[in-house]
């Protein structure tokens, strides 16, 4: 056993679970009335009811001494302070710095960050500004129209996703697209449809390092010079965001158009950074400003709410419940918007790049579930697909129900119709049918009795599936950043309860380091393959096919 697994409290978690699996929700609903009013807290424009959940107040009771015990606040506090709290990587973890709107300074190695982040910003305006007059033209004096941005992971995931999601606030003329992957065909499929003369690309790379991204700026470059540009031009439509100058600038890019990164921001928490640029092009700076400040608004929140207001605080530990209590192994995000579709797949690189550790403290190998596999997508969609393994399967999935309440420029009749959608998957979930009234519904239906036992078995649906269901007033700016940065606290609120590093990502780390090892072996199609039998048979029949 561990410290954490041998607590007391962590054994009354385990006894609790027990007791609440012997229970069902549609019970606690029945003999309260006022279970929705008492499991339900709103903060930053987010309305959480998480009354459809496998909790008692003694649950919850037990849940907030694990967080005190787990020291969650100090360590918090830690974090907003600048301690080394990335420790194996030996960096501050300051991402809250970037959306600090306090006027207080933060430290790191006794040093403000303060002054240069609000000459980021002001940078990020101007050139925001300057985009969107057409003041700032390419070489041959045509405005700047599209803007192609290149990077991956929290390099591309962020800008992407949140563009995507404020498609209502876009800024009318010009277009930002996005390019990720290595794979040449999406860059050459993006490239194909624009003129050069009127594109800018932004390079996004905290590393300059970066395999994909690098080969797509090469490739964006070609493009260019191929097409008329020379490599003088090449500052004129070629802008970097990076911590490494001079790697940027060997590339061509001048000094000017470098947007400055920190250690102290983690891939994954950077778009309040510069990496935030191509938002700011999609939205215009004050819808931008929004964002951050919506952010803002949830760090205070967390920082100051008590643990049973706090919706970082609440969320992480109903994940923890499940996923230590009832062997619960994923949780699905369900956005019911279109614009908010790609949330799932945010949140997965933030939670499954952060949490998915092994190691508690310096050296102690885990007894106990981690970070749980994020997956989902937007609804109804998925009503008609995946839900049934969530309705009638045998795995336990906690989900997270997403609706803005408002919608622009949309019929009413749609959007009703999706809000009926998300409250019925909810109360579905909780309450199930039962076999006694799936063997009603079949009366006079025509079945013989043992056809009519038979249906009403398949048709009978366990409920108590646990689901949050999270109302916005509607999906503007303020509310995604409050959201986003809810969703950053909850992490950080379970890898702290867990004792893992929230900051490093070594796995991903040598996937890269293998991957240039294996390029390295395919480029050099004479060099000796030394590998194992399976890697060099692959890299052997990668070879013939390409000869
Ligand atoms: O911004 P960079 O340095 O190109 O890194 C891109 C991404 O790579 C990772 O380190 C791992 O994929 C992410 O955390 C990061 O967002």
Known sequence: MTALTD??????????????????????????????????????????????NLITDDVLKALFALADESQVSQKRDAMFKGDIINHTEKRAVLHTALRNFSGEPVYVDGQDVMPEVLACQDKIKNFVASIHSGERKGYT?????????IGIGGSFLGPK??????KPYWFDGVKVHFVANVDGCHIQDVLASLDHEETLVVMSSKS??????????????????????????IAKHFIAVSSNIKAATDFGMAEDNIFPMWDWVGGRYSLWSAIGL????????????????????MDEHFKAAPAEQNLPMLTA???????????????????????????????????????????????????????????????????????????????????????P????????????????????????LMQGKTF?????????????????????????????????????????????????????????VQGAIWGVNSFDQWGVELGKELGNQVLDKIVNTDAALSFDSSTNALIARFRQANS
């Open 7 to 52: 607590t007391p409290t962590w054994q009354t978690l385990a006894s609790l679970a027990e007791d609440v699996k012997q229970q069902h929700m549609r019970d606690w609903f029945a003999s309260d009335t006022s279970r929705a009013s008492k499991y339900q807290q709103t903060a930053c424009g987010i309305e959480l009811d998480f009354s459809k």
């Open 141 to 149: 004096g045509k405005a700047l129209k599209q803007i192609v941005s």
């Open 161 to 166: 996703i949140m563009s995507e999601a404020l």
């Open 208 to 233: 300059f390092t970066t395999q994909e991204t690098l080969q797509n700026t090469l490739t964006a470059k070609d493009w260019f010079l191929n097409a008329g540009g020379t490599q003088q031009d």
């Open 278 to 297: 191509p938002i700011a092009l999609t939205l215009g700076y004050d819808n931008y400003r929004q964002l951050l400040e919506g952010a803002f608004e």
């Open 317 to 403: 530990l109903l994940g923890v419940w499940y996923i230590n209590f009832f062997g619960a192994q994923s949780h699905v995000l369900l956005p019911y918007y279109h614009y908010l579709r790609g949330f799932p797949a945010y949140v997965q690189q933030l939670d499954m790049e952060s949490n998915g550790k092994n190691i508690s403290g310096d050296t102690t190998a885990v007894d106990y579930a981690t970070g749980p596999i994020i997956w989902g997508s937007e609804g109804t969609n998925g009503q008609h697909s995946f839900h049934q393994l969530i309705h009638q399967g045998t795995l336990l999935i906690p989900a997270d129900f997403m609706l």
């Open 405 to 428: 309440l408002n919608v622009p420029k949309q019929d009413n009749t749609h959007h009703a119709m999706l809000a009926s959608n998300c409250f019925g998957q909810t109360q579905a």
């Open 436 to 492: 006694d009234e799936c063997y009603a519904d079949l009366e006079g239906k025509g079945l013989d009795e043992a056809e009519r036992v038979k249906l009403a078995t398949h048709k009978t649906m366990p409920g108590n599936k646990p689901s949050n269901t999270l109302l916005f007033e509607q999906m503007d700016p303020k509310t995604l950043g409050s959201l986003v940065a809810m969703y950053e606290h909850k992490v950080f």
